[in-house]
């Protein structure tokens, strides 16, 4: 039987925080309709996600399956590789007016386009890589507004340790983790090979220290979309799931 599809939709919104236009990618699943209410699953990386996170299909079939709600999802697409490492990177220059970005004008502006929860576990953020980190700091940030995380392979350094260890309410936050057994050398946008794995497991012993609502997972692989992807519908079913 084939998934059924939804309607993808192209929205824009200045942001004051950024000082410029950011373009979202939001897919409406097959069964949208403006009388329900739908979960919000934002992805950095948006486009990757689309193309190669198959994210689509993921959610119809999850759906359809009756394992998760009704979800809209918005991607939000990076401009280069410079724009994503300043955005995203804890060190990024525009890191923290884009972690402003996203609770302060995106989701009100989703709040107000879409028939959305309107509360924190009703609206989920996933990212690969940077994308999962700078997903992590905004959850850290404003748990009332982002109360589910899905991070893939995330960039963890001492600072992320830190905000991780400083956080004191971690019943707020509804975490996914997931990061490749291979990911020992791992060339970064700034020209240097990084230990992916072992920063992972020190941020996951101190998530289950700090006892987060936290599902981790170590797949057999590297950093790359042809491990992330078959990972994609057990992240959005361990945040989503009903």
Known sequence: MATATGTMRDYTLYSRELQEEIGLLVYLPSDFSPLHKYSLLIAQDGKDYFMYGKIKTVIETLMDEGTIDRTIVVGIPYRNVSDRYEKYHPAGRKNEAYIRFLAHELAPFLDRELPTYQMGKGRALIGDSLGGTVSLLAGLLYP???GKIAMQSPYIDDSVLERIRAFRAPSLLSLYHSVGAEETAVKT????VRDFITPNRAARDLLIEKRFPYT????????????????VPRAVS?????
């Not at 981790?216 to 990972?231: L, R, S």
Request: aromatic share 22%.
């Open 144 to 146: 009332h507004t982002f």
């Open 189 to 192: 946008t700034d020209g240097h």
């Open 216 to 231: 981790y997972h170590e797949f057999a692989g590297g950093h790359v979309w042809t491990y992330w992807q078959p990972d």
């Open 238 to 242: 361990a945040i989503l799931s009903l």
